[in-house]
């Protein structure tokens, strides 16, 4: 079974994006015209607000890697459902239609990778997610170019002060990491700020947390920072709703448009 496993997950690998699609076969584009992001980071990045998947409409020129190693047309939502929680509106498709705007002769590419609830320490070198985002990253990259990282992480680590102290050398050194393991030392990353609706009282040291993500934008080169300010929550004062998640997305493009291609 693990060799038949194997031997399909190869075959999705060689035959590209062009090959699948439930939604249909999307249109097959040049490897330099296909820029890969990776979406990393805890259920925020995945999305939550489930109200809008109905109503969602698709384009041929977004696609995004599912479990098993197939390109598809992309369509929230992209993550894979986490134990019980259903996974919503995302900020990867408003990202890449935004860039879309900026470039309309390339296609772009999603590599779904966030998993909810996840501290910082499973997405350092050591550390299983890390991991499976760089294995991630590999089986995608020979269908088109890696182009960038987004992250949305934060609210896992604003619960215990020793994480949260320690976040910003930590997350600073996660990023030199992945670009080193993945061949791209000049990687652009985006990194966003959790939402201005985390309560306090639930998570003490948020604004540790929120400081360290700016700070890293500042001292890590070629680092975007995309801002949360304004966005709201779907009722939980934890998650953004889809529209918040849609103009999240938004930011980061405009953010990723800021750094330097590499």
């Known amino acids: 079974m693990k060799l038949l496993r194997l031997l399909f997950l190869y075959s999705a690998w060689a035959l590209g994006p062009w090959s699948f699609g439930a939604e249909g076969t999307p249109t097959p584009p040049a490897k330099e015209s296909f820029h890969i992001y990776l979406l990393m980071g805890q259920s925020n990045m995945a999305g939550r607000d489930t109200r809008t998947l109905a109503s969602q409409t698709t384009n041929p020129r977004v696609l995004a890697l599912t479990a098993d190693g197939q390109w598809v047309i992309a ?69 088109g170019v890696i182009s960038g990282m987004l992250w949305l992480q934060g609210e896992t680590d604003s619960d215990k002060q020793p994480w949260a102290d320690t976040y910003e050398p930590r997350l600073a050194t996660m990023i030199q990491d992945f670009r080193k393991d993945l061949g791209r030392p000049n ?14 009282g639930k998570h003490p040291y948020v604004d540790t ?38 103009q999240m997305g938004a930011r980061f493009a405009a953010a990723m448009q800021k750094l330097p291609v590499q």
Not at 188 to 196: F, H, K, R, S, T
Not at 211 to 234: H, Q
Request: charged share 20%; hydrophobic share 40%.
């Open 75 to 143: 369509k929230d939502p992209i993550h894979q459902k986490d134990g019980r929680t259903e996974p919503g509106v995302g900020p990867g498709i408003s990202f890449a239609l935004a860039m879309l705007k900026s470039d309309p002769n390339v296609t772009i590419g999603l590599v779904p990778c966030a998993v909810g609830g996840t501290p910082l320490k499973r997405w350092v070198k050591g550390g299983d997610l890390y991991a499976h985002a760089l294995e991630r990253a590999k089986l995608a990259s020979p269908s």
């Open 209 to 246: 947390v929120r400081a360290a993500i700016r700070s890293v934008a500042t001292k890590v080169p070629n680092v975007g920072y995309a801002d949360s300010a304004g966005l709201g929550d779907k009722g939980d004062q934890l998650h953004f709703n889809a529209a918040g998640a849609e």
């Open 187 to 200: 990687l652009p990353i985006v990194v966003g700020q959790i939402g201005e609706f985390l309560p306090v």
